[in-house]
């Protein structure tokens, strides 16, 4: 949680470490720290107010996330968006969500499908707002996060997610890049037909593979603007 001065909050019952790796991953993510700045983690802890063990903690695991580059000499620095992994992030989800659509539909509980209605109705009250905070894209995962649990796959979802680091990296970065609006809504829309799919068994406007395919590779119509216009940001 970012409180009023902008600065993170350590959460109820979470260790230094969580804490630390939340709050870097979460600036990396976002490009609030961006590809090749380094990572000084006594800055860090004195700006968490925390000791250098749980942040030297956080940057191991961030590492093994591919979030992280260690260099020689120890010198650490965020790493540069994978156009690789970003296409296997792509391969995952047009493989896997469209299967989970499938599994899903007629079987969600009342209460995944009571879940599933309030995030609906969230990112259409975000939309109404004009997405002030950016907050689309976080509603955005945890309605697909909730397809994982309604098929029965909740145990997967938290491994698949570390998968797509660098395909979300992108998805903000595109976000950065323009006016979402149309492309939000375009999605909303998708949601709630993938809802009444599962939800009711309603029928879909295409088939669950092509809806899938549709709905994660929208952003890729700015892919070559992206990589010319932030070059330093990718490994080509």
Known sequence: MVGENGRYRIRENESYGSFAY?????RIMKLDL??????????????LEISRTPV????????DETLID???RKESRVSKIDLARVNDGLFIRTCIEPELILISMG???TSLMH????????????LAAGNPLNEFNEIDDDFHMLLYYAANRGNAYAQIRKMLTHFDRV?????REGAFEEIDRQSY?????????VAYRSQLPTDAHSLIRSHVTRFQNRMDVLVERYSDYFYI
């Open 22 to 26: 939340r709050v870097l991953r979460d």
């Open 34 to 47: 961006l590809p090749s700045t380094p990572i000084v983690e006594a800055d860090i802890a004195e700006e």
């Open 56 to 63: 030297h903690e956080a940057v191991m695991r961030l590492r």
């Open 70 to 72: 260690i260099l020689p």
């Open 107 to 109: 079987n969600l509980s």
């Open 115 to 126: 879940r599933m209605l309030l995030n609906i109705n969230e990112q259409q009250r975000v």
């Open 171 to 175: 998805r903000y970065l595109a976000r």
């Open 189 to 197: 829309e998708e949601h709630r037909q993938i809802f009444s799919a």
